[in-house]
């Protein structure tokens, strides 16, 4: 679907619409093109006359209701026009209960993301004199309001589980308990060792073409896919790293995969949300794209993918070979054994893989192993099943959310003693003082770069590229660093290490190389090197594949960036780091990354 808007009195099928997204070179397509995965466009482009609502850049994705409702709002320009056309075209066949969803579906829920950054609290600490404290700030939170606003409706919930649980049958519970019990703790310790095994460094070199892989994710299970490619994407947006992302080890890496997904796809193969079969159900294989950690288990066997997979023939012939292997292995697949395939030595792993093999011998001998009374097994778990649900809802109930916020608070402020942001008293020090001012880049790298004389050592072409780093944006595929710039990348990766190992030794869940790698984006430093020099746009946007459009945001941050970090060096008494961020930002503002109009 494409969603143009028109100024008043411009012909909607003039061809001279160029620059839709992204700044686009060339005429305008059809709307068929700008479905296609050949076509990449950001959400929509705010500077062309036509609004492109397209595909994402992860995939083909079809507009969500809020994009349908607001992209009226964009049409015709502000003072100049009474009026504007906005035009939605549709020449691919939808099913009528997804265009229904999008047209009348209800918006996304607003739900509160706050979390503490290492800002928020050096500002209270400055600037609240007294008057609010963090603690304060937090109970005060729309996200505090909405956690105990949910408290009744978590109530009811358990009232139902607990009514659904006392009629379940009961009969024989203590051999069944005891058998339950067995398949928990074989599940939690293959969950141990799953962790283990699907670190990237140890799993990818696995993950070729036609591996077969189970995926378990948002209480689905996917059951056996096939792997199709494997590709490293690095987050965009992630500001200060909340310890979530932090924590997410290999969360980067995309596998897509071959599913068995449900029937309901349109004619050109999109699927705004993938779902297995129901049971019985034939249901048809898609690609999909699915984050590393939610890959449960990697078989030994692999299996020939055809080279076309766009034929519906040669995905189904995917399936019947998946279906054809579970015929084989009645007992299950076989796994990748992580000593003998996978030749991972550790101790700790050793011992996981010995604990699972003496819990099986335990299951496999155990009387209701082989028992024919699968309605009492199946009874049994689900009431086990609802059981631990309620005292998970109850939990949740009784632990205040306000308490783990107090102790993220504590060990954020122990951060920042040790790093020298704060004494032990809880005063802000000077490179406090100067971190409140950056709210655009990683606080504590940059902080760390002004004290440490990084940027004391470069020039101002060389400051700008470097802050670059600090900016998310697109990834590249194209990145070679100048000479020049080599030695102040290596400073900046080996601050971001530091910095991570702290975090860690203070109780957050930090993993260091991702730090690192989310931290640190080296993908525009030579474009912004050579544009601070002086060349011209032509020149610059050779030494990259980041689309032109891409690269004017991230110019216009960074110069938002550079004056934040001008305001910190004034603010710490730096007048030489002052005047040299402020020739950075200068060195920038010129030509078309600047330009008011397109028009002009």
Not at 306 to 314: G, N, V
Not at 438 to 444: A, P
């Amino acid at each position: 679907m494409v969603v143009m808007n028109f100024s008043r009195g411009k012909n909607p099928l003039d061809a001279t619409l160029w620059r839709c997204a992204d700044f686009y070179r060339g005429p305008v397509k059809s709307p068929s093109y700008y479905m296609s995965s050949n076509y990449k466009s950001s959400n929509y482009n705010r500077v062309g006359k036509a609004k492109t609502f397209s595909t994402r850049r992860c995939g083909l994705a079809l507009i969500s209701t809020e994009d349908n409702s607001s992209s009226p709002n964009f049409q015709g320009r502000r003072g100049k026009d009474e009026k504007g056309i906005c035009i939605i075209m549709i020449d691919e066949k939808m099913e009528m209960n997804v265009l229904k969803d999008m047209v009348l579906g209800k918006p996304a829920p607003l739900v509160s993301t706050f979390r503490l950054s290492y800002y928020s609290i050096l500002n209270l600490m400055t600037r609240a004199e007294g008057q609010f404290t963090a603690e304060h700030v937090i109970r005060n939170s729309f996200h505090q309001f909405q956690y105990e606003k949910a408290l009744p409706d978590i109530g009811k919930k358990v009232s139902k589980l607990e009514e659904e649980a006392a009629v379940l049958d009961a009969s024989g519970e203590a051999e069944v308990t005891e058998y339950h019990k067995l398949h928990l703790e074989i599940a939690q310790v293959e969950k141990k060792m799953v962790a283990e095994i699907m670190r990237p460094e140890r799993v990818l070199y696995f993950l070729q073409s036609g591996r077969l892989v189970k995926i378990r994710g948002s209480g689905k299970d996917w059951g056996w896919g096939v792997v199709v490619h494997v590709v490293n994407k690095t987050p965009a947006a992630l500001g200060s790293m909340p310890a979530a992302l932090a924590s997410s080890c290999g969360s980067s890496y995309i596998v897509d995969t071959l599913l068995h997904c449900s029937f309901g796809s349109s004619d050109n193969g999109s699927r705004p949300k993938p779902c297995p079969p129901c049971p019985g159900e034939k249901g048809e294989m898609h690609v999909v794209p699915v984050q590393l950690p939610l890959i449960s288990a990697v078989s030994k066997l692999r299996i020939a993918v055809p080279s076309d997979l766009r034929p519906t023939e040669a995905r189904q012939s995917v399936l019947l070979a998946v279906q054809e292997l579970e015929k084989r292995f009645p007992q299950g697949i076989p796994k990748l054994n992580p000593m003998k395939d996978m030749g991972i030595e550790e101790p700790g792993v050793v011992e996981l893989v010995n604990q699972i093999e003496e819990l099986e011998q335990k299951l496999f001998s155990h009387p209701l192993h082989k028992s024919q009374d699968e309605h009492q097994i199946r009874s049994f778990r689900r009431k086990s099943e609802l059981n631990h649900e309620i005292q998970q809802l109850k939990s949740k109930m009784r632990d205040s959310q306000l308490q783990k916020f107090r102790i993220e608070l504590r060990n954020r402020s122990r951060v920042l003693k040790k790093l020298g942001h704060i004494d032990a008293d809880g005063v802000v020090q000077l490179k406090g003082r100067a971190a409140c001012f950056i709210d655009t880049g990683d606080e504590l790298l940059v902080t760390e770069l002004m004290f440490n004389g990084t940027f004391n050592d470069l020039d101002h072409h060389q400051v700008a590229a470097l802050a670059s780093c600090f900016i998310p944006g697109d990834k590249s595929g194209k990145i070679d660093v100048t000479a020049v710039l080599v030695k102040p990348l290596q400073q900046l990766q080996d601050s971001a290490r530091r910095i991570a190992e702290i975090q860690r030794e203070c109780g957050l869940e930090v993993h260091v190389e991702e730090y690192v790698e989310a931290a640190v984006r080296p993908c525009l430093m030579n474009v912004i090197h050579l544009w601070s020099e002086g060349k011209s746009f032509k020149v610059v946007i050779e030494e990259t594949d980041i689309l032109e459009g891409s690269i004017i945001r991230l110019v216009r941050r960074l110069d938002e960036f550079l004056n934040q970090l001008k305001a910190a060096a004034h603010a710490v008494g730096e007048a030489d780091l002052e005047n040299k961020f402020a020739a950075a930002s200068g060195s920038l503002r010129r030509g078309i990354m600047f330009a008011n109009s397109l028009y002009l």
